[in-house]
């Protein structure tokens, strides 16, 4: 911080937290903020941790290999990413390669594994086209009892692994066909008996998502480069 004693314009911070455990890292995340907001002082913070990036930006700009894939608020950046890297770079998500097999304007069907998944977004996607779909963990949900009717995307698959995050529960399942996707959900209660754990692997679940929580890319795992 001795930097500041010049009061400069713009102050570039490279990696600041990056030898400090997590408990002093989070609460330094926030001191840095409040000094910045008090002093009105920008700062161009370069970071390879995801999560500090969002917690401490008014405004990302996401690099790869020397040139800008996307910029904008953390929020939009998050929730409606321009790339599969952005995708998969910023925050967590489920990438499902597929192929078009219905498109209307701005809804399209997708043919993942041999499961068909109604999607709407504005890709500009045509039938035929191989696209992926990017979903993040937490708009993937247990379907309930007998309620598949309220998600527009149900899957039935095989719960594999179950991790234990504390406040959070992550567990894959696969869907057949290579199809697999991951799902977050806030830790439930130990005593309540739909709350997964260990216990639930190896047993069946129904996994469902809307159609307008999937972000869509004409880009496939083979290709390197969205189409123009």
Do not use: W
Not at 3 to 25: H, M, N, S, T
Not at 53 to 71: P, Y
Not at 134 to 144: G, N
Not at 181 to 194: H, I, N, P, Q, S
């Amino acid at each position: 911080m001795r930097a500041l004693v010049d009061q400069p314009r713009v102050l570039l911070l490279d990696e600041p937290l990056g030898a400090l455990d997590l408990k002093i890292r989070k609460q330094m995340q926030i001191e840095l903020k409040n000094i910045q907001e008090k002093l009105g002082i920008t700062f161009i913070y370069v970071t390879h941790d995801q999560e500090e990036a969002l917690v401490m930006s008014d405004r990302i700009v996401l690099m790869n290999c020397g040139k800008v894939i996307q910029e904008g608020e953390p929020a939009r950046i998050y929730h409606h990413p321009e790339s599969r890297f952005a995708a998969t770079f910023i925050g967590e998500s489920n990438i499902l390669d597929g192929t078009v097999v219905e498109a209307r304007a701005d809804r399209l069907r997708v043919d993942c594994g041999g499961c068909l998944f109604l999607v709407t977004a504005a890709s500009g996607a045509e039938k035929g086209d191989r696209v992926c779909l990017a979903i993040r963990l937490d708009k993937v949900k247990r379907v309930m009892g007998d309620a598949p009717g309220s998600f527009d995307n149900v899957v039935t698959g095989r719960i594999e692994e179950v991790a234990f995050y504390g406040s959070t529960i992550k567990f894959s399942v696969s869907a057949g066909k290579g199809l697999h996707l991951l799902v977050e959900e806030k830790m439930a209660d130990e005593e309540d008996r739909d709350a997964i754990g260990e216990k639930n692997v190896g047993e069946t679940v129904r996994l469902g998502f809307q159609a307008r929580d999937a972000n869509v890319f004409r880009e496939c795992a083979d290709s390197a480069e969205a189409k123009p």
